[in-house]
């Protein structure tokens, strides 16, 4: 079909209203593909990060003049084709360390991607709709973007991995902002950004100067948060420690269909030990391993806690570790947890923390008794329980600090919840050993940063195979480790006290689009013109 003029009525006269031809373009479902695989590609591994600025237009181009729901499909091939090129390492995950096959975990991918799909469907949906409404679409998409994003990362199954801000974890100045809005106040730029560009594209002839105003503003924003970002960064450094602390990390690279074998538990205990020891030489105040490091349960009496406690005596260094455990409900019934201890250089255990944000299809099986079909998928791992407390460990006279436990650190509000309890530093452990050579462990790395950004405090991540890290309170990566070796470091973290608007307010940004997104609703459906379609 060629161009599609809209006409409508005018509430107050019942005059008939014009609305400007617009042409729809062809080929829409591979410029919808191509949008999907231009946003992974901004993703690490591949991190093409300017992509992102322009991803969604193609997708932007496809859906003009077509119905809402015409819209909400290209937009969920976008989103389909999104997920598929950017966790594509799930099915590595599933073939290799569960007892389905390829051909089968490839299909639980697709699921999974065709479920999230469903949210860049839903924004394609809403931006159509509200052109046809004739309300400022190019000003309510960033708004519609962030609503939708927030609600991925806590409806159905909670899944808020790759966030588009977290393309730009390496743009210093513009990540910024993230101490007041969140990585979501990143999206929303470059939604933005992407709006704008598809609206100048789109226009013709004296219509391309009603992109003026949006062009000038964009640009006037792009410059102040460019600016306060640079000023931000300038002054964080300015401002003196209120504390510092020399921390130290190992980095086992224990493979993972090793680590839970019986028969390989003394080589995994001897590692961690060999790395402790060496590292203590340069006397940290705490030393961080990864997730699970510890391959028993500790809790237990036995000859491997025992160890473990004689480990801090010799080397009078507190140490934090990951190792399974297990609580009784009220049921009666034995429930797996995965929790971190952490004892000092005397051996003796003075904390623990257990996870609070499981991983869906990884930990737990969400909806269980409707995804009976899936409950293979985490026989490696078990049905776990979740924590309910955010501890924040004390250190005495060195400071205090929370451990995120691997998945958790991409969860904002979560993160935030330890600071806000006193935390001044983050530790984040993870087991990255599940995804092998994919673009995964990179990924996740990316993603944590943005934490120390939110809430200006620096973080230490020990991961099992890499990627190992230190990452200062505005979100540079100081140091970071290669994958799949063996490994210790040593470095002093500082932190200066300051309180973000984020840490004391939480997600005020997400609300007030929120807010915005509902109003547009709202506002939409009262509106009398009813527009339709004129062939």
């Known amino acids: 079909m060629g161009n599609v003029a809209m006409v409508g009525t005018n509430g107050a006269s019942g005059a008939t209203v014009a609305v400007a031809e617009t042409p729809r373009r062809r080929f829409p479902v591979p410029l919808a593909a191509l949008s999907g695989l231009l946003l992974s590609a901004s993703f690490p591994s591949l991190e093409i990060a300017p992509l992102a600025w322009i991803g969604l237009v193609p997708l932007l181009l496809a859906i003009r003049g077509r119905s809402p729901w015409r819209a909400f499909g290209l937009g969920w091939i976008t989103g389909t084709v999104f997920y598929l090129a950017t966790c594509y390492w799930i099915v590595y995950t599933i073939g290799h360390y569960t007892a389905m096959p390829k051909p089968l975990a490839a299909g639980v991918l697709f699921l999974m991607a065709s479920v999230l799909g469903c949210y860049h ?9 509200f052109e046809r409404r004739r309300l400022p679409a190019i000003w309510l998409a960033p708004a519609l973007w962030v609503t939708l994003e927030w609600m991925r990362g806590w409806f159905f199954i909670g899944f808020p991995w790759a966030a588009l801000g977290y393309s730009q974890y390496r743009f210093h100045d513009l990540v910024q902002m993230a101490e007041v809005t969140g990585v979501y106040g990143v999206s929303a730029v470059l939604v933005l950004f992407n709006m704008v560009v598809a609206a100048v594209l789109l226009a013709r002839g004296s219509g391309a100067r009603r992109n003026l105003p949006a062009l000038a503003t964009l640009t006037l924003l792009l410059v102040v948060l460019l600016g306060f970002g640079r000023w931000r960064v300038a002054e964080l450094d300015a401002m003196p420690a209120i504390g510092h602390i020399k921390v130290g990390l190992a980095q086992g690279n224990v493979e993972q269909d ?6 390989f538990q003394d080589e995994t205990m ?3 030990r060999d790395l402790t020891v060496a590292a203590a030489q340069e006397h940290p105040a705490l030393i961080v391993w990864p997730e699970t490091s510890a391959p028993f349960f500790f809790q237990e009496p036995g000859s491997l806690r ?15 570790f990951g190792s399974p455990a297990f609580r009784q409900t009220d049921s009666g019934r034995l429930e797996q947890l995965n929790r971190v201890y952490l004892i000092d250089g005397q051996g003796r255990e003075v904390g623990t923390y257990d996870k609070m944000q499981l991983v869906p299809f990884g930990e737990y099986v969400p909806f269980s008794s409707v995804l009976f079909f899936v409950s293979q998928i985490v026989t490696a791992v078990g049905q776990l329980g979740a924590g309910v407390v955010p501890t924040v460990f004390e250190l005495p006279g060195d400071g205090r600090f929370g451990a995120l436990i691997c998945y ?8 935030r919840r330890f600071v806000a309890g006193g ?25 944590a940063a ?13 991961a099992n195979t890499g990627i190992s890290a230190i990452i200062d309170a505005d979100g540079q990566i ?26 004391r307010h939480g997600d005020v940004f997400v609300w007030l689009c929120v807010l915005v997104t509902v109003g547009a609703i709202v506002v939409g459906i009262r509106r009398r013109a009813r527009l339709r379609p004129q062939v």
């Open 408 to 415: 958790e650190g991409i969860f904002p509000a979560l993160t």
């Open 306 to 320: 025992d160890d473990l406690f004689e480990l801090s005596r010799e080397t009078r260094v507190p140490i934090i």
């Open 270 to 272: 001897r590692r961690y």
């Open 121 to 129: 469907g839903a924004f394609a949906l809403g931006v159509s709709w």
């Open 478 to 503: 100081r140091w970071e480790g290669p994958l799949f070796e063996m490994l210790w470091h040593v470095e002093e973290i500082r932190w200066t006290g300051v309180r973000t608007f984020y840490t």
């Open 423 to 447: 935390a001044q530093f983050l530790v984040n452990v993870t087991n990255d050993a599940w995804y092998g050579n994919t673009s995964a462990p990179y990924q996740h790395l990316a993603q």
């Open 258 to 263: 090793k680590k839970w074998d019986p028969a």
């Open 450 to 462: 943005f934490r120390t950004v939110e809430n200006r405090v620096p973080m230490v991540r020990a």
